[in-house]
């Protein structure tokens, strides 16, 4: 058969991928995409939006529940886990619609399929009605990964859960075990614990979400073993024994091994790339641990083919994924795009109380050599915090001594995952603490808590 000839073929729609296509049609590329499974990824079908969602229900049900400080009275409160599981779902697949329509709207030739790469310049596509063969100067990886399964620990859906199984549960947990801390472990230890589950949470490194400053780690760990959750750090699920309708863990820690008993095991220990089924090391592309190695413009070592999101590596997220969509779009339409900077790339998690980052932590500022100015403000001394009943909370800001440079910033509390951006515009601007000293933050809002964290950086914070 005749195969069709197109500009970029870009594998894979998620928010790297959809992004990459979107882009490159609108510089005027004759763009087609492949997807095997759903529009918009695992991002926005079973991942960061769902979770969002579901979030969001469990935050009303914890404020419900707080009426009475509020001065309202609430009685009866409960919830009806198949509706909150429903209205997640339906909010995924109201983007995931979107996701189709924006690809219309910019004439993007959308395929649903499995892709290979047989030869470079060359895609073909197994779909419902048999094999489509498509050729193009330039293509774009955008397959993203999956969750990773240790040996003895895989999911069955029942007892065991990876984060698919835990979007819509067969039941409410009772006693449950999530293994891993990172931000998937967390948020839905956070979302079960907080409509009643008995929560425990093993992590294999020194502390809970091992990638944040060690300050706001402790800080999280406090706030969650606050809110009844037990949280087991330098610890390991060696092995889970099945029963019926129970799991016996086998959790060392301290050179000791303790059994313990579950009913639900969610596993959220990392993720492996989709590299598998492309064809690529036929092709001659690098692959290291599951991810494609890429130059920092995220091309692979076969010429006109890249590779996008979290198929390249770390960090992953979605956002990291749509900028470099972007980027390598414009590099394709002849454009001289700058290459994404991991750095200065923020990390969110939405467990209560919210965690974000960006840039360097504390400790590694120091060990790259940097003098540092630390500075830290407590949710406590803002008054749209207390207003807001959310008094606990940290802004950190760190700064290099002889420049002026923010090389990092902190926080964990109340929506620090929407005030977080500002300072990633900082960042992007090559802000000095002075510049952000001089900038007028409006009030009463939860902002000025940057302001003062880098005001006392250099000992000039009013409130504290």
């Known amino acids: 058969m005749a195969s069709k000839a197109f500009d970029m073929i870009v594998i894979g729609a998620g928010p790297g991928g959809y992004v990459a296509a979107i882009r490159g049609a609108q510089l005027g590329l004759n763009v087609a995409i492949v997807e095997r499974e759903h529009m918009g990824g695992i991002c926005l079908n079973w991942g960061c939006i769902p979770t969002k969602a579901m979030l969001r229900s469990s935050e009303v049900f914890h404020l419900m529940h707080r009426a009475k400080e509020f001065g309202l009275k609430a009685e009866g409160i409960s919830y009806d886990l198949d509706a909150v599981v429903k209205r997640s779902r339906g909010v995924a697949k109201q983007l995931n619609g979107g996701v189709g329509h924006l690809l219309k709207k910019n004439k993007v030739t959308a395929i649903m399929g499995e892709a290979t790469v047989p030869a470079k310049g060359k895609v073909t596509v197994k779909t419902d009605k048999g094999t489509e063969e498509l050729t193009a100067k330039h293509i774009v990886l955008a397959t993203g990964a999956r969750a990773r399964e240790l040996p003895g620990l895989e999911a069955d859906g029942d007892l065991v859960w990876t984060y698919k199984h835990a979007l819509v549960p067969p039941r409410m947990p009772k006693k449950l075990l999530v293994i891993g801390s990172g931000a998937i472990g967390i948020e839905f230890a956070s979302f079960y614990n ?199 909370g940290l802004v950190k800001t760190i700064f290099d001594a002889k420049t002026g440079e923010l090389l990092g910033a902190h926080m964990i509390g109340a929506e620090v995952t929407e005030l977080i951006q500002g300072y990633v515009v900082g960042r992007q601007l090559e802000t000095t603490e002075e510049d952000l000293m001089n900038t007028v933050f409006p009030h009463p809002t939860l902002s000025e808590m940057m302001h003062e964290s880098v005001l006392e950086a250099y000992g000039r914070a009013i409130h504290i």
């Open 194 to 392: 907080t409509l009643g589950a008995d929560t425990t949470v093993v992590e294999v490194m020194d502390r809970v979400l091992p990638v944040e400053d060690a300050e706001i780690s402790a800080f999280a760990k406090k706030a969650f073993v606050k809110q009844g959750m037990k949280i087991m750090e330098k610890a390991m699920v060696k092995q889970l024994d099945r029963g019926k309708g129970k799991v016996t863990a086998h959790i060392e820690t301290g050179g000791k091994v303790e059994k313990q008993e579950f009913d639900t095991v969610i596993s959220a220990v990392g993720i492996v790339g989709n590299v598998e089924g492309l064809g690529l090391e036929a092709l001659g592309v690098t692959v290291d641990r599951t991810h494609v190695v890429t130059d920092e413009y995220c091309r692979t070592a076969v010429e006109g083919l890249y590779a996008i999101g979290d198929i390249a590596g770390a960090p992953w997220l979605a956002h990291k994924a749509s900028h470099e969509g972007v980027m390598v779009a414009e590099l394709i339409a002849g454009g001289h795009p700058h290459p994404v900077k991991p750095e200065s790339i923020a990390g969110c998690t939405y467990c209560h109380p919210q965690v974000a980052s960006v840039g360097m932590t504390e400790a590694k500022a120091k060990d790259a050599g940097y003098e540092i100015k630390v500075g830290r403000f407590p949710f406590i001394g803002n008054g749209k915090a207390i207003a807001l009943g959310e008094p606990e």
